[in-house]
């Protein structure tokens, strides 16, 4: 994929099709978001993870005009929003409930927007036909939305905020509820659409491999704030915090006190172990209680230490996950601590070379794990 | 067994109730009047046997139909009905559709209490509230007095003993029976289906229009039906509130029964006004059963 590198957010020339500026939203004296500034640019794929409550809902029923601000602006295509109702806004939502109207058919439905609009019978008949392509849904057309499955619903839903083609698409769990083949499908999908039209997406996940595949940059969010924005290689690989590394994969997160060595830190983590090994671009004091974040795939396993290792720690296999193409190791240091490792099954399982109660090495680099102050 | 009784009471139910009366009065309405107790004939004689049963449904005719078809007071009759029915449960629809709407918006908390405040008229005797309306409206009734007092009017508006009249008193009467099930249609309304429409380009005006109304459709045809049908064969309001000039089925109904003692006569009356009613019935059974398959 030879192609220049997608980075508007690194231009400090582009304007950002939404701003967000001190935004801030309270229903009654509970703060659903709290002073809220973060820029998206357009055609972005811009996905908001976090757990159920963090605000997602609430940030983009203000992005489409059913919630006011409390504090701050909001600001599409460098306009105030603040007094432009939903009907005028260049926005579609697909409801987390996908609100189909009950009375009318699956077609009636996706041809609602376009009705209003005024456009001639044949150019909405021809977009809803080329709507109900996309999403699979032609034999459905004449059907009401009780008379179909949820996930068929969940794609009339999702033809219907699209067949507007508006240059701002808010997904709210856009796909929850279809099966694992016809979700990567859809996925795909969205970003053609997006490829096509230009149009720029918000879209709220629950899934974060659904987030990793489809974003130009990933939102992590908690409890009304955003903690990291990144692209998601970014997010895997240098998340800011344990909440954000925590949140996105599976994670070993071992506690410890750093101390500065020549050209990184020494980590100290358990009585009369030796302290592991970690490179960083941010400064820790001596002493400085920190948390090292290591990915599961990056940990080697080995029976023997290995020679060259710069961090290599001894334990006990407790348990293995067989995944098929890999196997993930659980493995008890001497003090308890539990430490995932990830290793391919190069091997046929009757030959492989670990099994429970083993004795083995776990070995790293030292730009394997992130550093982490909080 | 047990399913065998399960269906057998409610027809037994409808037999009784519903199937046996009808059987009676059709009977009535096919005899001839006569001086006697009860004051038609003929009367089946049980001692006769086969004999004396094919005697008696000998004597049996539609002479009453024929009649009812001749004097032109009684399809006036049916007519006038159907049409003062008709313009009060659009007027009742008028008043009841906003107050549906006001309820179903208002907050969840006072909600039971509104609820309560449409029903509470049934606490008191239907002919006392309607006698309460004669105070209101006659010439000296309060409102009258209070216009008179605003200096709206300066003579007073006759509106007892007129159509308006009975306007006013179907529409008070029957307004809980219209507000109700569109209250409960409205109510289970969700709301983001209002905001999926705004979104998709409608203003509030045509959301509701485009939406609201359908979706309380059924709750609509529902209270129109429940209004229409007990207004069609009204007799106490007309009696009480219309004048000379106000014709209804119902109070014809009544006159042929304790006035003329009538009863084969008064009898058909009531069977044409059964069939009449049996459409809309059928239609408002047809509504319910479409609403019931929408909500699986
Ligand atoms: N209309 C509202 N009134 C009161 N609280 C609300 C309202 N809408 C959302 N909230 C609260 O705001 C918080 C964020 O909600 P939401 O944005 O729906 O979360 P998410 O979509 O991330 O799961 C939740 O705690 C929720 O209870
Ligand atoms: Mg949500």
Redesign the pocket.
């Known amino acids: 994929m030879a192609q220049t590198v997608f980075a508007p957010w690194d231009d400090p020339q582009a304007k950002p099709l939404i701003q967000f500026k001190n935004v801030t939203?309270r229903?009654?004296d509970?703060t659903?978001?709290e002073n809220l500034t973060q820029d998206i640019y357009e055609r972005e794929f811009f996905s908001?993870l976090?757990?159920?409550?963090?605000?997602?809902?609430?940030?983009?029923?203000m992005l489409a005009g059913f919630?006011n601000v409390t504090e701050g602006q909001i600001l599409i295509a460098g306009q105030d929003m603040a007094h432009v109702p939903p009907n005028k806004r260049a926005v579609n939502m697909m409801f987390?409930s996908y609100a189909l109207f009950p009375h009318l058919s699956v077609w009636e439905n996706i041809a609602f927007g376009l009705k209003r609009e005024g456009k001639p019978k044949d150019e909405i008949a021809a977009r809803v036909e080329e709507m109900l392509r996309l999403t699979r849904l032609v034999k459905f057309a004449k059907r009401k939305p009780h008379q179909i499955s949820g996930g068929q619903r969940q794609r009339v839903a999702l033809a219907r905020s699209l067949a507007k083609a508006p240059k701002l698409l808010l997904l709210?769990?856009p796909l929850g509820a279809l099966d694992k083949k016809l979700r990567q499908d859809t996925q795909f999908e969205l970003m053609d659409i997006q490829e096509k039209t230009g149009t720029t997406f918000v879209i709220?996940t629950h899934d974060q491999e659904e987030a990793m595949t489809v974003s130009s940059r990933v939102a992590v969010?908690d409890e009304?704030r955003i903690i990291q924005v990144a692209t998601p290689a970014q997010i895997y690989e240098a998340p800011n915090s344990v909440y954000v590394a925590d949140f996105i994969g599976d994670v070993n997160i071992i506690n410890g006190v750093a101390t500065k060595a020549e050209d990184g830190y020494l980590i100290t983590w358990a009585e009369g172990q030796a302290p592991f090994m970690a490179k960083t671009p941010n400064l820790f004091a001596d002493g400085q209680t920190c948390h090292l974040a290591i990915r599961p795939e990056k940990v080697a396993i080995s029976a023997e230490r290995p020679a060259d290792a710069v961090n290599a720690v001894e334990g006990q296999i407790i348990d293995i996950a067989y995944l098929g193409n890999i196997s993930t190791y659980h493995v008890k240091l001497v003090n308890g601590q539990m430490i995932k490792a990830q290793a391919a099954n190069t091997r046929r399982l009757s030959r492989r070379t670990f099994t429970w109660e083993d004795r083995v090495w776990l070995s790293w680099t030292d730009t394997a794990a992130v550093m982490l102050e909080r | 067994m047990r399913r065998f009784i399960l269906i057998a009471v409610p027809y037994l139910w409808l037999v009784a109730l519903f199937l046996v009366p009808f059987l009676i009065v059709l009977k009535i309405s096919l005899s001839d009047i006569a001086l006697s107790i009860p004051p038609y004939t003929p009367q089946l004689d049980w001692t006769a046997g086969w004999a004396g049963f094919k005697d008696f449904l000998g004597q049996l005719d539609f002479e009453n139909f024929t009649f009812l078809t001749q004097d032109p007071l009684y399809w006036r009759a049916y007519v006038s009905s159907l049409q003062i029915a008709l313009i009060s449960t659009v007027l009742t629809l008028l008043v009841g559709y906003p107050i549906a709407y006001a309820m179903a918006q208002a907050p969840d908390e006072w909600r039971p209490t509104l609820l309560l405040l449409v029903i509470l008229p049934f606490w008191t005797s239907f002919l006392i509230r309607v006698y309460s309306w004669i105070g209101i409206l006659s010439n000296e009734g309060f409102l009258n007095q209070f216009l008179l007092w605003t200096g709206v009017i300066s003579t007073p508006l006759t509106i007892l003993n007129t159509n308006t009249a009975v306007y006013i008193g179907i529409v008070y009467t029957y307004l809980p029976f219209m507000i109700l099930p569109i209250y409960s249609a409205l109510e289970k309304m969700d709301g983001s289906l209002l905001e999926a429409a705004e979104d998709l380009g409608c203003s509030r005006l045509s959301a509701f229009w485009l939406v609201t109304i359908p979706l309380s459709k059924a709750g609509i045809i529902a209270g129109c039906f429940l209004v229409f049908i007990p207004a069609l064969g009204e007799f106490v309001i007309p009696s009480l509130l219309g004048g000379s000039d106000t014709l209804m089925i119902g109070k014809v109904l009544w006159e042929e029964f304790f006035s003329n003692r009538d009863w084969p006569v008064a009898s058909a009356v009531a069977v044409i006004l059964l069939l009449i009613l049996v459409v809309p019935i059928v239609l408002f059974q047809r509504n319910e059963q479409k609403q019931r398959e929408m909500d699986q």
Do not use: H, W, Y
């Open positions: 939203k229903f009654g509970f659903a978001i908001l976090g757990p159920s409550g963090c605000g997602k809902t609430t940030l983009m029923r919630e987390q709210d769990e709220v969010m009304g």
